[in-house]
């Protein structure tokens, strides 16, 4: 009796040291291969960066830093100055996000807080998934055959130029465009708030106005500022529906009706048509310059995502 007693605890732990085993070496293989999976991402990134940066190289030793602030675009002459393609891409990124923070706020607590799950939920939902899975070219075409003639009359009523496209016309499409994205994570963060802390805050008698304002926008302020930084990525590299609505014009725009270009834009316009050395580098440094921006700007959020997170 002793003898098998003992023979089935030598067996138990045998098994037992075996099965850690197992699991540590499973561990192990999964965190290699999460390891392998990020040095892939950075090495894809700086590929590109690297890519890109070899490519404009004879259009930055003929052109220099003078890229970078210089307002004439002139193919004929070999003039290249990609400033107001930056303005351009600033402009309707930034007018985009402030049209789309209230919508997307807006929708994000109805269905984080109001309606998280029914039928009225599912139906926004598939709405918002339909909406983020259009076609940029299917906003494109709608822009100018619906939101281009109704720009044309506001214009008219304001008393500027009647362009009907130009930097107002995209930035509303490019604002529909980011609405979904910023909504999905809205709604999600808000989900996340702590039941306890709202029905605290009700016990004391707070309304649920109250709740909203002084619970679930403090707690949920950085989710909602990432999603705000993700539409934001979304805009800047927004090319085919803004190059059908901005006007393509290489001027620095004066207003927000004015039509000009955007970086994005301009490359989409003009690669096929790029024949000399010097235009077709110019035309790859003005992407790796909206890769340069683009970082920047995600850099910046992300700074002020982690102070609102410690705040």
Partial sequence: MTINRSYRKIKLQYIGRKEIRRINFTEASFKKMLLLSAIGLVVVLLAIFVTLLISSLPSIKAIGVGFIYGKTWDPVVDHYGGLPFLIGTLLTALLALIISIPFSLAVG???????????????????????????SVIYGFWGLFVLVPLVRSLETTLGVPPYGVGIFTSSIILAIMIIPYSVSLTAQVI????????????????????????IILPYTRSGIFAGILLGLGRALGET???????????????????????????????????????????????????????TIINVIGRRVIKRFSIN
């Fill in 240 to 294: 085919m529906a803004v190059t059908m609505l901005i006007g393509n014009s290489h001027i620095i725009p004066t207003s927000i009706f004015s039509p000009g270009n955007t970086m994005a834009s301009v490359i989409a316009n003009e690669f096929t048509e790029a024949t000399g050395d010097i235009y077709l580098s110019a035309l790859i440094e003005m992407g790796l310059f909206l890769f340069v921006v683009t």
């Fill in 191 to 214: 989900s996340l708030v702590p039941a306890n802390l709202k029905e605290a805050a009700y016990s004391l008698g707070a309304t649920r106005f109250e709740v909203i304002k002084n």
């Fill in 109 to 135: 607590l109805f269905l984080g807080e109001y309606f998280r799950s029914g039928v009225i939920s599912g139906i926004f939902k598939n709405i918002i998934e339909l909406l983020a899975a259009i076609p």
